[in-house]
């Protein structure tokens, strides 16, 4: 049936717009119910609801293409103008704006040749804003402390990193777990490289020195997530050393131009992160060999020169030997000379006596010499023996400070001790309170449980213990054979004679003995 059928005049069938407009939905939706169409993106907004509205334009025609909030966060290619992609999706209507459009599920770029253009479109903004520029890399901790890696915990990447860093040089390692390929790859690759940053110094997890993205080899697309311009920033952004290490040597992705050195893969990234422990204590030993050495020609190079100047200085004695030899020509004629000024004063003293005066005089002066040198010795031995008493009264003083300290100390150490006993004491009491409770408690639960097991409480709910002559009677038959049993009560105990027991057989009293009186 066709939707508008040839009638003429007023005969024809009359739509309302929105019959129309879900007419032309139906039959749309019907002839194309998913497609694939492939061409190149146009203009793309991106409004706060979360939906994604572009254009897929070729040389002579635009479609207009949605795709809705959930769907969005899952595409596997974020649209960017001037991609050329393949589109897969449903056609229907817009009745607001009488048009139809194109609800896109799924993205895939149109072929190597359009990632490589894209790739390389951006790779250009990138470095124009100077994130790929040499001045901005910073040179690599010679011995980082703790070593960050970005990457797969379950893959063979990590176990070969941790394995080369056992064979070098043992390091503590910090594996922060991402997705290494698919749509979750850049956010949680950037968000990494920026937790990383973020941990504070000296926190309760360690700040690392050193970064390592690192992921194993893989096709364009598998490693299109490090392409991403949300990873490349924050490499870039870092302010930890990051060395990259995606893929193999011929891949190349944009966080290797972003990062402060490129590794052709994860074992070399480990080798550049650290050194040779080996070589390390090689180049010690070496450098030690050499400071010895250093310091042996330091010392000994003086000492030789010593003992150059000394051979020039000649024998210390050769310089003495001529003013020993005068003294002893001198010595020798020193006895003869003495003698002689003797002789002569004696005979000039009688040709020539000294006056009375002089020699009055002179003994005078001596004597008030020795008077002076008498005070002089009295006041000395004066401040002698005050100052030898002032260092006895100080000694004592000391000594009755020290005895203070010492009874001081003697007494606070048996406070100390009396307090401890005093202590030991409550404690003691407090021991043995708990053990007389707990034992009371024991005792009681004790009591408790023989009562319950008891069977006097179980008289009190009305049984009865039998007993007999030879103990309990635990059964009618042997009750009925005994001529009497007793009967137990929680009050008290009642004789019975058993229904169909045998007559109570009389004993004969014995007849008195008789005493013989002789």
């Not at 909030?69 to 009488?98: C, D, H, N, W, Y």
Request: hydrophobic share 40%; with cysteine; net charge positive.
């Amino acid at each position: 049936m066709e939707l508008l059928e040839d009638a003429p005049g007023s005969n024809a069938h009359e739509f309302t717009v929105s019959e129309l407009s879900g007419a032309v939905k139906r039959s749309l939706e019907d002839q194309f119910g998913r497609v694939r169409v492939r061409g190149e993106i146009g203009r793309v907004s991106r409004p706060s609801s979360g939906h994604l509205y572009f254009d897929l334009k070729d040389d002579r025609s635009v479609l207009a293409a949605v795709t809705w909030k959930g769907q969005a966060s899952r595409l596997a290619q974020r649209p960017e103008e001037g991609m050329e992609v393949i589109a897969t999706g449903r056609i229907t209507t817009f009745p607001g704006q009488s048009k139809y459009q194109l609800i896109v599920d799924q993205i895939e770029p149109a072929g190597l040749g359009a990632l490589m253009a894209m790739l390389e479109k951006r790779r250009q903004a990138l470095a124009a804003e100077g994130l790929f520029d040499e001045g901005r890399k910073r040179p690599l901790p010679s011995l980082p402390r703790v070593i960050g890696v970005v990457t797969s915990p379950s893959g063979a990447v990590i176990r070969d990193i941790l394995h080369r860093l056992r064979d070098r040089f043992p390091t503590r390692v910090l594996i922060w777990p991402v997705a290494v390929q698919g749509e979750g790859c850049a956010p949680q690759v950037a968000a990494a490289i920026r937790g990383f940053n973020d941990l504070a110094v000296g926190g309760p997890i360690p700040r690392p020195d050193l970064l390592i993205v690192a992921r194993g080899g893989g096709s364009l697309e598998d490693l299109w997530g490090f392409n991403e311009e949300a990873v490349v920033r924050a490499a870039a952004e870092s302010r930890i050393p990051l060395i990259s290490a995606v893929g193999h040597e011929t891949d190349t992705t944009l966080i290797d131009f972003a990062s402060d050195r490129r590794a052709p893969t994860p074992t070399a990234a480990a080798e550049m992160a650290v050194p040779v422990l080996a070589e390390l204590a090689a180049r010690l030993a070496e450098s030690q060999a050499r400071l010895t050495r250093c310091a042996t020609v330091h010392v000994e190079r003086p000492r030789q020169r010593l003992r150059d100047l000394s051979r020039a200085l000649g024998r210390p004695a050769a310089l003495t030997e001529g003013a020993r030899q005068r003294l002893d020509l001198w010595a020798g004629r020193l006895d003869p000379a003495l003698h002689g000024l003797v002789r002569a004063r004696r005979h000039q003293l009688a040709v020539r006596p000294m006056p009375v005066a002089l020699l009055r005089r002179f003994m005078d002066g001596k004597g008030h010499a020795l008077h002076r040198l008498e005070h002089r010795l009295d006041a000395a031995s004066v401040r002698r023996l005050e100052r030898r008493r002032d260092r006895m009264t100080a000694m004592g003083e000391r000594l009755d400070a020290s005895l203070a300290r010492v009874m001081t100390t003697a007494r606070r150490s048996i406070l100390q001790q009396g307090q401890k006993v005093v202590d030991l004491a409550r404690r003691l009491d407090l021991a043995l309170q708990r053990s007389i409770r707990t034992r009371s408690e024991a005792l009681q639960r004790a009591d408790r449980m023989r009562l319950s097991l008891g069977y006097t409480e179980t008289l009190k709910r009305g049984f009865v213990v039998v007993h007999g002559p030879d103990g309990v009677v635990t059964s009618a038959k042997a009750a009925r054979q005994m001529p009497q049993v007793e009967l137990e009560f929680a009050d008290g105990k009642v004789a019975a004679r058993p229904e169909g027991a045998p007559p109570k057989t009389t004993r004969k009293p014995k007849p008195p003995e008789q005493k013989s009186l002789f």
